[in-house]
């Protein structure tokens, strides 16, 4: 089992509110530094890992059970150069992670986004809630030693572009740190 000690590469969580941009950064972070993207609401789908239909929230609830088997092997691995998007992080094992980013957005743009996605009035009521009261950055606090959480902005493409360059700095800052320990 993989811990930051032993890792190789850092395992990157992008989480944030839906319609914050995690799936394009993570997957341009991914690019940058050839590592593995693992995109949740992909592997859930294309894997069969959701349980029941939520009427509410028009969407299949994610069986975490199986998700956190599914993917455990790739992220105990040693070889680490993992970065997972999803929009929350309570149900990952500390160990798991060396980076975690929680990307923030403006009310109004996060509206705006996930209007144009479709969503439905509730579930855009319930995310830019979740926005307003810092949820999934207070989730990432709370899950994750403060020192490797980084909240950053995501409304514009400049700040999209910045936090690209600050993610890979913080993996070099990893991969420095841990290459001088060994």
Known sequence: M????????????VTGSPGTGKSTLGQQVAEKLGFVFIEVSKEVRENNLQGDFDEQYNCHVLDEDKLLDHISDR???????????YHG?????ERWFDVVVVLRCPTEKLYDRLQSRGYSEFKIKENVECEIFGT????????YSEDIVHELQS??????????????????EFKNEHTMEQ
């Open 2 to 13: 993989a811990t930051p000690e032993t890792r190789r590469r850092p395992n990157i969580l």
């Open 75 to 85: 992220l105990d691995s040693d070889e680490g150069g993992i970065v997972v998007d």
């Open 89 to 93: 992080c309570d149900l990952f094992p």
């Open 136 to 143: 999934l950055l207070e989730e990432a606090r709370e899950s």
């Open 155 to 172: 409304e514009t493409t400049e700040q999209m572009e910045e936090n690209l360059e600050r993610i890979c700095e913080l993996a070099g």
